[in-house]
């Protein structure tokens, strides 16, 4: 699959999980919202109508006070009519309908209720008219009314001069107003626990009730108290909500699973996207390792060839200075085709993890001294030179000989490799310590690393673009070899380079001096 193609599923899948994830997340802030309003409004709601239960609840107390006290009045009033012969016993009249009697008190109790009074009643009394027994009813009424309207001004008056001039300690009944505010919250759809305070208009606390705990308080609603009264008289109950988020919420709990299951298709998509994209870089670099390999591969192939061909050749003088040129070649590039072979291998065995290591104490000091020496040829052959800087005290290490000395070995190749055209190459040998470390650098004045191929040097097959041309030969396995060893060994490995001025390795070791 082309990288373009790629490229274009992935742009086309990233946006559509991108949109599905923001329509999903778009829904619940709404659905949020719109129940957020919902529970505001039922709120609101039966707080009113639980202020509004209080003040009616007042009024009929001091109603129900006035009429007892009017109805204690007129029963002595009536008792001491009873005990003597009086106006009352005079004008004592008898109402009849058909064959049915009624006093005036009777009347006057059906009168309170014109519906329930007989449709014929006839006035017994001294052989009085229809008409008189019509204009004493309406009299009955009149007074009735006149009373009760005086009543209820007077209740009116009582509680705009009096009720309001008592604490709200003393208007208030808290047990009733926490029962109006349940039933009311219940008959709103609300029955979650709430907590509640009612306090003065300047803030002085009244009445708390007994359960109350300040948790959901920072978000209350508030419903003023006798609110026609005076501002200084009027009262305030203050409710929240501890469970208010989860009673909310409740209502998208159901869009949480969808939710979860798209981000874990989405970051699974990205996942294997991003394998797709590693597996395909791998891909060009194995088959530049092939190609490469293949080159390689083919030189010393092909010098051993001719070499033998002319050992064959009749046409060839055999002198023993051609044969022995001959068959250093031969020997030259078999060892090379032998290098090159292992180098595949031991590769292929640390990834099988079946490398054995013979570790045994070392002198960094001394493999750095013996492996510029070895290397000061190759590089005085370029024109530059080698430099050792020894400055570990503590050099002793405990390593596998061989492997360590092929990972020096092939940082400097790597020096060799990666020169500057026609230019003398530097090489600089450093050791140094810490408390409880040993440091080795190699520094060189080649063409050096760009930034965004440093994290990847380490990477099997990778060769940074003007390695995967044949000019400079190798299969991108030297620094991969490298950190490996480095890495069993117990150390670390870091890399520092500046494009056009040169590249510095860095390992560091532990120092080991007792182990064996």
């Not at 009424?141 to 009543?151: D, F, G, H, M, T």
């Not at 978000?219 to 026609?228: A, G, H, K, P």
């Not at 400079?472 to 396995?477: D, E, I, P, R, S």
């Amino acid at each position: 699959m082309k990288k373009r193609t790629i490229w274009i599923i992935t742009i086309v899948m990233g946006l559509s999980f991108i949109v599905l994830l923001f329509m999903q997340l778009t829904y619940i802030s709404q659905m949020v919202n719109m129940k957020k309003e919902q529970f505001d409004e039922s709120v609101n709601r039966a707080l009113y109508q639980a202020s509004r239960n209080l003040e009616l609840n007042e009024t009929l107390r001091y109603l129900e006070k006035d009429i007892n006290a009017e109805e204690r009045k007129n029963h002595v009033k009536d008792t001491l009519d009873l005990g003597v012969d009086g106006p009352l016993a005079q004008t004592h009249q008898t109402y009849g309908v058909k064959n049915t009697s009624y006093t005036s008190f009777q009347a006057k109790t059906m009168m309170a209720k014109p519906s329930q009074m007989p449709k014929a009643m006839i006035l017994h009394n001294d052989q009085k008219s229809n008409d008189e027994a019509s204009k004493t009813l309406q009299e009955i009424v009149k007074n009735r009314y006149v009373y009760q309207k005086a009543l209820l001004d007077e209740v009116v008056l009582s509680i705009i001069y009096s009720a309001s001039q008592k604490p709200l300690k003393e208007r208030i009944n808290f047990r009733l107003l926490d029962q109006d505010l349940k039933a009311e919250l219940m008959n709103n759809g609300i029955n979650i626990p709430y907590h509640f305070i009612v306090t003065t208009q300047d803030g002085r606390e009244v009445y708390r009730c007994p359960d109350y705990t300040d948790e959901g308080e920072e978000y209350s609603y508030e419903q003023v108290l006798f609110r026609n009264d005076p501002q200084s008289e009027k009262g305030i109950v203050r409710v929240h909500f501890p469970d208010m988020s989860k009673y909310i919420y409740s209502s998208v709990r159901f869009m949480i699973p969808s939710v979860i299951f798209t981000i874990v298709l989405f970051f699974t998509f990205v996942f294997t996207i991003v394998t797709i994209f590693r597996q395909k870089r791998y891909s060009e670099m194995k088959n530049d390792f092939v190609n490469n390999m293949t080159h390689e591969l083919k030189t010393p192939i092909a010098s051993i060839s001719l070499a033998a061909q002319m050992l064959t050749s009749p046409s060839v003088p055999r002198t023993q200075q051609m044969l022995d040129h001959l068959s250093k070649v031969i020997l030259d590039e078999s060892r090379r085709l032998r290098f090159l072979v292992e180098k595949v291998l031991q590769m292929s065995m640390f990834d099988r993890k079946q490398a054995v290591f013979k570790k045994k104490k070392l002198d960094l000091n001394e493999m750095v001294e013996s492996i510029a020496n070895s290397f000061q040829l190759r590089i005085e052959h370029t024109g530059g030179k080698i430099y050792t800087e020894i400055g570990a005290i503590d050099s002793t290490i405990y390593v596998d000989e061989m492997h360590f000395q092929n990972v020096i070995f092939n940082l400097m190749d790597n020096a060799v490799k990666y020169r500057k055209p026609d230019e003398p190459l530097n090489v600089y040998l450093k050791t140094w310590n810490d408390d409880q470390h040993l440091y080795l650098s190699v520094r060189d004045t080649g063409i050096g690393i760009k930034k965004e191929d440093q994290k990847k040097i380490f990477d099997k097959f990778y060769r940074v673009h003007h390695g995967n041309v044949h000019d400079v030969k190798g299969f991108g396995l030297g620094l991969a070899y490298v950190q490996k060893i480095v890495i069993l060994q117990q150390g670390e490995i870091k890399v520092d380079s500046e494009f056009g001025k040169g590249t510095t390795f860095t390992i560091k070791l532990p120092v080991i001096k007792d182990e064996e």
